[in-house]
């Protein structure tokens, strides 16, 4: 051993335990495994220096004839105990993350705790040579003091444990507990903390925890379940609702095909019939657009087949106007044209059926038409790398063939019905003076057409090739050294 460290062994002592804190907050907690060898390091080293001295943890200090030096070792000896329990708590906390992650947070500490506990007691019994029987009995009698004070904080603690042991949830799992709905954040020896939806914090007693009903909405971690309830007229025929939210869900991509969505009759009172829609989305996160799109496609296509969602007043029954001119009225593009040009739109649009699986307009096809979807889901077809894939789905207020009518080019991919459709055919001849005098439409069609095309081209061309890295320690990764 160096002379220095000899000499001076209690002022080495003292710099090494400055070093250590000083050393463990200064590494990055992302180096988790350095400070760890930091901190084995300083302790080998630290017990090295103690015991060369005669400094034995396990034996009454030395130096009993100084009684400052005495004091001094006294408090590196007790120092001993400390550091090695806390050394063994960061080695056993670093191999249970390896093993259980971040869920075992709770027992980590508990167990950190014992180890302080014991590390305390054999100070005492060892260093200052204090009978532990009686320590003991003391603490005993203490604890059961401080038990009964903190009855309600040792049965959060114990709770924990439970839970811990049981795993009804995790950290980043989406729970409810008790109706409180979030993402588990943090569970520590007390209480476990949710995010809720709307960005709060909620703190809920790991005691409360435990008898609560829980929900755990992340689990199977493959799929998670909606369900968008709607009201209806009761005078309409439950067939008719059924069939038209069937559509609804074949619309919306985000479900599931298995376990498949479903619609049931779910109550039934004297204004309205009530209907449930449920699925299941493949991410938590596209719950709440999955919902958001589906009741939108419920609603377009419950108008389409002439229902709709029961209002809390109901106005007045509006005047009976044909399928052609109540389309016009629902679309997004021809609903600003005056009513008399609805009227005479509306008397040359014929109607067209199509069968599932039928083609409507095929890819590279010059439309001379545009089509208006009145009812049923028609799926959109892009070709990538010579293979057919589905884009998206459209439904009934959604128009078909504006590329050919702009800009006299083809069609960018397959429109076939998905389900039994029925569309309303505008010819070119009726649809171009419509165009040249109001230029707002026209506009509207551009911008639909730009962003199908540039939507298409996106979902078409191939991903940009990320370089290879390379080097000596890419090499010695892909070896898997």
């Known amino acids: 051993m160096p002379s220095f460290i000899a000499d001076h062994p209690m002022l080495c002592a003292v710099a090494l335990i400055l070093i250590d804190i000083a050393v463990w907050r200064l590494i990055s907690p992302n180096l988790a495994n350095w400070k760890l060898a930091a901190r ?3 302790f080998a080293v630290f017990s090295a220096v ?3 001295d005669g400094m034995n943890p396990m034996q009454a200090a030395p130096y009993a004839d100084d009684t400052t030096l ?3 070792a006294t408090a590196l000896q007790i120092g001993w105990w400390l550091f090695a329990a806390r050394t063994l708590t960061v080695l056993l906390g670093a191999v249970m993350m390896q093993r259980v992650g971040h869920t075992g947070r709770l027992l980590q500490d508990l167990m950190g705790a014992v180890i302080f506990l014991i590390a305390i007691i054999a100070a005492m019994a060892y260093v200052l040579d204090l009978p532990v029987k009686g320590v003991l009995a003391t603490s005993g009698a203490v ?16 709770s924990g444990i439970v839970l811990n042991t049981t795993k009804p949830y995790q950290i980043d799992d989406w729970i409810s507990i008790d109706g409180t709905e979030g993402r588990v954040t943090d569970i520590d020896w007390r209480a476990t903390r949710l995010q809720t939806s709307q960005g709060s914090l909620a703190v809920i007693p790991n005691s409360l925890a435990a008898k609560a009903k829980i929900i755990n909405f992340s689990r ?3 799929m998670f379940g909606l369900a968008v309830s709607l009201q209806v007229s009761p005078h309409a025929r439950p067939q008719t609702v059924i ?3 069937e559509r609804a869900m074949q619309g919306c991509r985000p479900l599931l095909a298995q376990p498949a969505p479903s619609v049931a009759f779910k109550a039934s009172t004297g204004s309205g019939v009530e209907y449930e829609i449920s699925g299941f989305v493949p991410a938590m996160g596209l719950k709440r657009e999955t919902r958001n799109q589906l009741y939108d496609l419920a609603y377009r296509h419950l108008q389409a087949a002439g229902v709709g969602l029961l209002s809390a007043t109901e106005g007045s029954t509006p005047p009976a106007v044909s399928g052609a001119r109540a389309l016009l009225e629902r679309s997004s593009i021809f609903s600003t044209l005056r009513q008399e040009e609805k009227d005479t739109f509306s008397q040359n649009m014929t109607l067209h059926t199509y069968r599932a699986g039928e083609m409507i307009l095929a890819a590279g096809e ?18 990538k790398d010579g293979h057919k894939f589905e884009a998206g789905r459209m439904g009934p207020g959604e128009v078909i063939g504006e590329s050919g009518i702009l800009s006299d080019q083809a069609a960018l991919a397959d429109f076939s019905a998905k389900t039994y459709c029925t569309l309303y055919r505008i010819e070119n001849e009726y649809l ?25 081209q996106a979902l078409t061309e191939d991903a940009p090739v990320v370089p290879v890295k390379k080097g000596f320690i890419q090499w010695l990764r892909n070896r898997g050294l």
């Open 432 to 456: 171009k003076p419509c165009l040249d005098a109001r230029h707002d439409i026209g506009e509207a069609m551009k911008a639909l057409l730009d962003f199908r095309r540039h939507a298409a």
């Open 143 to 158: 604890a059961i003091i401080v038990g009964l004070a903190l009855q309600s904080t040792l049965s959060d603690v114990f």
């Open 70 to 72: 005495h004091l001094a």
């Open 40 to 42: 084995l390091v300083t």
């Open 220 to 222: 199977p971690a493959d």
């Open 50 to 52: 103690l015991f060369n």
């Open 366 to 383: 010059v439309s001379d038409h545009l089509f208006i979807i009145e009812s049923g889901v028609v799926s959109v077809l892009l070709i």
């Open 243 to 245: 069939e038209a939210l």
